[in-house]
Nanobody
Framework: QVQLVESGGGLVQPGGSLRLSCAAS????????MAWYRQPPGKQRELLAT???????TYADSAKGRFTISRDDPKKTVYLQMSSLNAEDTATYYC????????????????WGQGTQVTVSS
């Protein structure tokens, strides 16, 4: 059993910064890639950033230059540092981990957080 809990969302002024966190607990042997997604109201979910177990990061064009993804494996946590926020960043943000539950198996599966709301407004 694995649970991902997100935190750090809220209301922020345009141009401001925010850091999101997502921490995993439960039956975990290895965490492969971690990722952040977001879903604006009435729109499809989009991938923002990924980070591999080796620390290599990728970004969507909408996140490049403004957002930074990082991971802390002892804490089983991924972060998304966001800056220069604008109204178009308003969305529900989700984390996703790809996890191997036991060394006895090579099976991996995805786990999702519950989402945290980010609202950028004056």
């Amino acid at each position: 059993q694995v649970q991902l809990v997100e935190s750090g969302g809220g209301l922020v002024q345009p141009g401001g910064s925010l850091r999101l966190s997502c921490a995993a607990s439960g039956s975990i042997f290895l965490i492969y890639d971690m990722a952040w997604y977001r879903q604006p109201p009435g729109k499809q979910r989009e991938l923002l950033a990924t980070i591999s177990s080796a620390g290599s990061a990728t970004y969507a064009d909408s996140a490049k230059g403004r957002f930074t993804i990082s991971r802390d494996d002892p804490k089983k946590t991924v972060y998304l540092q966001m800056s220069s926020l604008n109204a178009e960043d308003t969305a529900t943000y989700y984390c996703r981990f790809n996890i191997e539950n036991s060394w006895r198996s090579a099976e991996r599966r995805d786990y999702w957080g519950q989402g945290t709301q980010v609202t950028v407004s004056s």
